[in-house]
C-alpha cells in the first residue's frame, strides 16, 4: 500500500505520512478489517485516511498522536459505510459509540492490542491474508502489502517478479477472500498446521525487508524488523511444539541482535565481517540460541528455519570475524539447499564456500548461477561475485561486478556502497547514471 500523490501535502508533511504509515498501517487495517469483515474495504478506509492527513496536515501540522488520528478518521470512514449498508444492528451501535471519540488518549486504545496474542487483530489479519482459499503466493504477496505496508514494487522485487502480476495476484486475493467469507479469527487448532507455513513465511519476508530494505535512503527499517520479531514469539506461543516455529524465532531473534552495527553514527552500511561485534544484543543472541535448542529439543530434522538458525549462531558466537566457523556454515547451507532448493540458497551457498574452501571454489558456485532468469536482476549475484574477484585479484573484473550491483540496487545506501566497493577496485572512473 502506498501513501497516495496529493499537491496539498508539502515535502515534510509527506515524509511524515509516509513514516506514519510504515508504522501504524498493519494495526489500522487489522482494526477496520475487523470492524467490516472486508480487508479490500477496510483498505480503502485507511486510505480515505490518508487523503485527509495529506490535505489537513500541512494546515494543521501533523498531530501528536499521529497513528492514532488516521485510525480515527479511517474508523469514522468505516461508520459512515455500514450506517449506510445498514449493516448488522450491534455493529452499528458499537461504532457509534466509537464515532466522536477523537482525543489522543481514546483514540490511542483504539490500536493498542499487541499484548495478548488472542486478542490480536494483526495476528488474525494475519491468518485470514494467508487462509488456505489463496495460494500460496498470494497469501505472502497480500500479507507483505497490509501487515508490512510494503509497496507492491517492493513487494515484486522481493518475489523477483513483474509489478503487473504482483498487483493483480494482491487484487484477485483480496476479491477471493471477501467472496469467500473467510472469517477474521486465529483459527481453530486443527486448521493451524495448513495455514502456518505461509504465516511463517510472511514473518520471515517482513523481517528481510527491515533488514536490508529494498529501497529508499535507508539501510534497515528497523520497525519492521520489530513487529516480525514480536509477530514470531507471539506464534512460538500459539503453537509451541512446532520447532519451525522456534525455528524462525531463533533465526529472527539472532539476526536481530545485529541491527545496531549494520550501521555507523552517520547511517552508513557496515558489512557483517566489519561491524562492531560489542554492538551487538547479547540477549537477543541468547534468546535466539535458547529457541534454536528448543528445536533441538522437539526432535526430528532441522526444517529451513532451523538451518538458517543453525547459520546464524555460528556467526553469533565467533568472537572475532576469523573465528567463524566457515566450513559449518558451508555444511549447513548444503543441507539447505537439500531441504529448499532455490537460486538465492545457492548464492548463499557460493559466500560460505568462498570463504571456506577458497574463493574460486565459491566463485565457480556463483559463476553458474549467471544463466538463472530468476537472478538476472538480482543485484547481489553480481555483489556476490565481485567479492569473490577481488579476493582473487581480478580487480578489474571485481570493479565491473560492483557497478552492475550498484545500477540494479534500488537502496541508495546499498548503491553507495557498491560504487565504494568498485572505486577501490581501481581502474578508470565510470559516470554514475543507470
Known amino acids: 500500500m502506498t501513501v497516495p500523490d496529493r499537491r496539498a501535502a508539502d515535502r515534510p508533511t509527506r515524509a511524515a505520512v509516509d513514516a506514519v504509515w510504515r508504522i501504524e498501517s498493519a494495526c489500522i487495517v487489522a482494526g477496520l478489517t475487523r470492524l467490516v469483515g472486508d480487508v479490500g474495504l477496510a483498505e480503502d478506509f485507511a486510505q480515505d485516511a490518508l487523503l485527509a492527513a495529506l490535505e489537513q496536515w500541512p494546515d494543521t501540522g501533523v498531530p501528536d498522536n499521529p497513528g492514532a488520528w488516521l485510525t480515527t478518521v479511517a ?22 459509540r466509537e464515532r466522536d471519540e477523537a482525543a489522543p488518549s481514546q483514540a490511542e486504545e483504539l490500536v493498542a492490542a499487541l499484548d495478548d ?35 507492491t514494487d517492493e513487494i515484486a522485487r522481493a518475489f523477483l517478479v513483474p509489478v503487473p502480476t504482483l498487483s493483480q495476484r494482491i487484487v484477485r486475493a483480496k476479491r477471493t477472500l471477501r467472496e469467500s467469507g473467510v472469517p477474521f479469527e ?51 506461543r500459539l503453537a509451541p ?22 550501521v555507523d553514527p552517520a547511517g552508513e552500511p557496515v558489512l557483517l565481517m566489519d561491524q562492531d561485534r560489542s554492538r551487538w544484543d547479547h540477549l537477543l543472541i541468547r534468546r535466539g540460541l535458547a529457541a534454536l535448542e528448543r528445536v533441538r529439543a522437539l526432535g526430528g530434522g532441522l526444517g529451513p528455519y532451523a538451518l538458517q538458525a543453525a547459520i546464524a549462531a555460528c556467526h553469533a558466537t565467533a568472537a572475532r570475524p576469523e573465528e ?7 555444511a ?9 532448493p532455490s537460486p538465492v540458497v545457492e548464492l548463499n551457498r557460493a559466500v560460505a564456500v568462498g570463504r571456506a574452501y577458497g574463493p574460486e571454489v565459491g566463485l565457480e558456485i556463483a ?68
Open 241 to 262: 511444539h512446532e520447532s519451525e516455529v522456534h525455528g524462525l524465532v531463533a533465526l529472527l531473534e539472532i539476526q536481530a541482535s545485529r541491527l545496531r552495527a549494520r
Open 186 to 236: 486465529i483459527p481453530p487448532r486443527e486448521e493451524l498446521d495448513s495455514r502456518l507455513s505461509s504465516v511463517l513465511e510472511v514473518v520471515y519476508l517482513v523481517f528481510n525487508e527491515g533488514y536490508v530494505a529494498t529501497s529508499g535512503d535507508d539501510w534497515t527499517r528497523p520497525d519492521l524488523c520489530g513487529e516480525a520479531l514480536r509477530l514470531g514469539r507471539v506464534l512460538a
Open 324 to 330: 567463524t566457523d566457515w566450513k559449518r556454515i558451508a
Open 75 to 96: 474508523r469514522r470512514r468505516a461508520f459512515d459505510h455500514l450506517r449506510r449498508a445498514r449493516r448488522v444492528e450491534e455493529k452499528h451501535e458499537a461504532l457509534a
Open 332 to 340: 549447513l547451507y548444503d543441507a539447505l539447499a537439500r531441504v529448499t
Open 367 to 434: 559463476d553458474a548461477l549467471r544463466e538463472e532468469p530468476l537472478l538476472d536482476d538480482y543485484h547481489l549475484l553480481p555483489a556476490v561475485r565481485g567479492d569473490l574477484l577481488e579476493r582473487l585479484g581480478r580487480t578489474a573484473e571485481a570493479r565491473a561486478a560492483f557497478e552492475r550491483a550498484a545500477d540494479l540496487t534500488r537502496n541508495e545506501r546499498e548503491r553507495a556502497v557498491m560504487r565504494e566497493r568498485a572505486a577501490a577496485c581501481g581502474g578508470p572512473a565510470r559516470g554514475s547514471g543507470g
Open 117 to 151: 496474542p488472542v486478542g490480536d487483530d494483526v495476528l488474525r489479519l494475519m491468518f485470514l491474508c494467508c487462509h488456505p482459499v489463496l495460494s500460496r503466493e498470494a497469501r505472502v504477496a497480500l500479507t507483505l502489502r497490509l501487515l508490512g505496508g510494503l509497496t
